[in-house]
């Protein structure tokens, strides 16, 4: 974090520098841009607007800074985060998601792009206070050849008052010469002022990135062997079918995107794989695919004995939700899907709401743990 501040510092004196001197020498600063309003004027507003970009631009990273230290020092837990490193954040959020090293290549890719799309922003307006800055100085000395060729061609040396007339008759080009310098001398002040910022921002985004790929580094090597044992556990739960497997995984994606906790898969009556997921609320959902009909009632009957003989006060809403390629059927608390994408937006519609004080953390984990105690009686 010193890294990444000692850059915003940077940027805060030189620009107080600025604003100081722009105070103590505002009058000449002043007569140097009426010499030319217009094109003065767009320089100095086009110099203004840029230094006020790169501040935008440093200011947005300083959440997405915050978010990857926290994150990945495990300080807090932190959601998503705002804009540059969401594509990080949703991948190692979603704890299904395999971060192998080509998808790391790819986030880091993905997070580099972004990146420099902030910086061709940057670039952009250096390199307009340069065409600007030129533009003035063909300008003026347009103005300044043109003036002087319409001078010799209008004066008459024989007149007695030929050098009043041609004191007069300079004042256009030499306009012309006040435009020309001047421009040239405020489009390369803005360019430098902005430049010497945006390699500031620049710095401070390098920042970022080696840090990422520092932490993800990290962050793979240390769940490769817990995704390694995760995929052990997932293949062993699941018969041997691919296509079961991936159903399966796209039931479990489901839950934990809708904010359940998913309990380790285990198998019904040795046949089925399950995914468990607990919700607040005293809410259990059971997700299954394919799984008969008959099978479903029967496990729904032996769950329903089981907590009507330990549980008095409390009312666990049993739901089983069965992908079966089939038409969309509800009853007596057993919800068939047609397409795991239909489960998808049955959920999204039915998210998880998670507890908010520790009291109500302790009662969601003693009742967590109390759904586990009851599973393994049955199916272990």
Known sequence: MKKFHRNLNIMSVFTAVLLVGALLF??????????????????????????????????????????????????????????????????????????????????????????????DSVRYITNTLIFLGLLGTFW?????????????LNIDFEDPDVLVKMQHGMAGPLSGMATAFTSSLLGLAGSLIV?????????????????????????????????EESDKKLVKSAPVNEQIYNKISEIYDAFTDAGYVVQDLIRINKKYPVVIATGTNERLFIGTYNMEYEDLKNVQKRLELCFSDTLEAININTKFLCVSDKNIIESDGIIRFASTNSLHKYLEKNPNTKPKTKEEWDDFDAYCEYINAVLDYLFN
């Open 140 to 152: 003026g000395l347009i103005i300044t050849v043109g003036g002087f060729a319409e001078l010799l």
């Open 26 to 119: 505002w009058q000449t600063i002043f007569n140097i841009a009426i010499s030319n309003v217009l094109l003065n004027g767009i320089i100095i507003g086009t110099t203004v607007f840029g230094i006020g970009l790169c501040f935008v631009n440093i200011f947005e990273l300083l959440p997405e800074y915050t978010w990857l230290h926290a994150y990945f020092e495990g300080k807090t837990a932190t959601g998503i985060a705002p804009k540059l490193l969401r594509p990080v954040s949703l991948a190692v959020h979603n704890k299904h998601t395999q971060i192998t090293t080509s998808t790391l290549t790819e986030l880091l890719d993905l997070v580099s792009i972004k990146i420099e799309d902030k910086r």
């Open 195 to 227: 430049g010497f910022l945006g390699l500031q921002l620049q710095f401070a985004q390098n920042t970022i990135f080696q840090d990422l790929s520092d932490f993800m580094t990290k962050y793979v090597l240390k769940i490769k062997d817990a995704d």
